[in-house]
């Protein structure tokens, strides 16, 4: 029932971290997220979108050069494990292609095997249909070293590759080309080994890229992203066998309302919940082509149809008390009186604030793990006229807490009446018609942190 899951192995944890919520990684672009569970870890493979460098035309466009990959055991922190594949490195791809669109990756008999579309070398043999040529990379652990062979997979032109792994261990690709195809792969997942066969009853126009195949409940899902109207929804079909007959089933993810053209999902069981990630353009709001990898729990119905997903900011995992608390990534909000603002509108990896402008507005923030009896917090406000504001957890109040007029941001200690052990839903109000903003807040164990 669960897709691509593989035995645990040991890890070596490297590079940076970053904290949960939407986007999951909120110190570079990170797009069309494919999630790989691991044993205990979760892996996300995303293409890295960068703005266009010199040597690179298209200032509009795609510019990709290079594959991260992360993990995380909590979906909290993320680790960046660094560049698993470059484009330079790739022996058949072209060095400055900046193609490497959205890749996958699935495990085999303990080896990684890591799908990816790159341009073909100018001298080489580029489709009939698509400058794309899809690789594979092969690593004897899910953060790599990945090794690229030596020639794209036969038969393959164009993006998106999607390695699905049934049941019984036999590996399939799945690929847009004129719709969506599907062939089984030979043994060593080096090519195809059948022809492929394309799937049928499937939206048109609209569907060029993306799909995505998982298997739940005996069921399978043939999911895509289709061009409906304007962009991009995610929809899906289903199907007792794997080749089809298909059923198309509907949307199960409206479009992006500041017309993000693309979005692109995978979709994972982890320790009992399913989850999609996807992808937004939170951190460019002006260019849709740098975009950011979210993710969210995802439902099915009784039936086995999927719940339509309604995007959030705060996204899954638990958040530690005692880390930034970014109520800006709120699970529920007041109809006025508050809105969330970027931090710096010239660096947007600065991240967002809160800000309440009338009384009785509010931010809720769910899933806070306390861990002892917290005592005291900090919060970052600015408040140019002073204000008040309300921490509550449940229906409790927690705190009152005068805002002294601040000249820029400032850190204020407050105390807390005690909370206890476990995981709460804390509420942020205003009391006050004062400009504040809140940036984020902090739970210590000491009264005077
Ligand atoms: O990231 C480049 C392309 O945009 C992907 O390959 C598509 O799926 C779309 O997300």
């Not at 870890?41 to 960068?50: A, G, T, W």
């Not at 999902?265 to 460019?284: E, G, L, P, R």
């Amino acid at each position: 029932m669960f897709r691509k899951i593989t035995l645990s192995v040991t890890l070596l944890l490297l590079g940076g971290a970053a904290m949960a919520q939407n986007p999951i990684i909120r110190d570079q672009f990170t797009a069309d997220p494919s999630a790989l569970v691991v044993g205990d870890r979760i892996y996300v493979f995303p293409s890295h979108d960068i703005p266009a460098p010199d040597d690179f035309p298209r200032k509009d466009w795609f510019c990709m050069g290079d594959y991260h990959v992360f993990s995380s055991e909590n979906l909290t922190d993320w680790t960046d494990h660094g560049v698993i594949l470059d484009q330079k490195d790739v022996p058949w791809g072209n060095p400055k292609g900046y193609s490497m669109w959205a890749p996958d990756c699935a495990e085999k008999n303990g080896k990684y095997y890591f799908f990816f579309p790159d341009f073909m070398k100018s001298d080489g043999k580029p489709g009939r249909f698509s400058p794309f040529r899809a690789g594979v990379a092969v690593a004897d652990r899910p953060e790599g070293p990945y090794t690229p062979r030596e020639t794209p997979i036969e038969g393959v032109f164009g993006i998106d590759p999607c390695i699905f792994v049934d049941d019984d261990g036999q590996g399939y690709l799945v690929w847009p080309a004129r719709g969506i195809n599907i062939a089984k792969l030979n043994d060593d997942w080096s090519q195809l080994a059948e022809e492929p066969t394309p799937v049928g009853n499937l939206p048109s126009p609209g569907l060029i890229e993306g799909p995505y195949l998982f298997k739940a409940n005996g069921k399978y899902y043939m999911t895509f992203p289709w061009a409906r109207k304007d962009t991009e929804v995610l929809a899906y079909s289903m199907a007792d066998n794997i080749y089809g007959p298909y059923e198309f089933k509907g949307v199960f993810f409206e479009e992006w309302p500041n017309k993000c053209w693309t979005n692109h999902h995978s979709i994972v069981n982890f320790k009992d919940q399913w989850y999609i990630f996807y992808h937004h353009n939170a951190y460019s709001p002006d260019f849709d082509k740098n975009r950011s990898a979210c993710a969210d729990s995802l439902f099915f119905e009784a039936d086995g149809s999927i719940r339509m997903v309604k995007p959030t900011l705060r996204g899954i995992g638990i958040t530690r008390a005692e880390s930034d608390i970014q109520i800006d990534r709120y699970s529920a909000i007041s109809e006025a009186g508050a809105a969330i603002a970027y931090l710096d509108t010239t660096y947007y990896f600065a991240g967002w604030k809160t800000v309440f402008t009338s009384p009785d507005a509010w931010v809720q923030y769910n899933t806070v793990q306390f861990d002892g009896d917290c005592r005291g917090a900090v919060l970052r406000v600015n408040a140019p006229k002073g204000g008040m504001l309300l921490l509550q957890s449940g229906n409790k109040t927690i705190a009152k807490v005068k805002v002294p007029v601040t000249e820029g941001w400032k850190e204020i200690p407050v105390r807390i009446r005690g909370i206890e052990k476990g995981i709460h839903h804390l509420t942020v109000s205003s009391l006050s018609p004062n400009v504040t903003h809140v940036d984020w807040l902090r739970f210590s164990k000491k009264a005077k942190p």
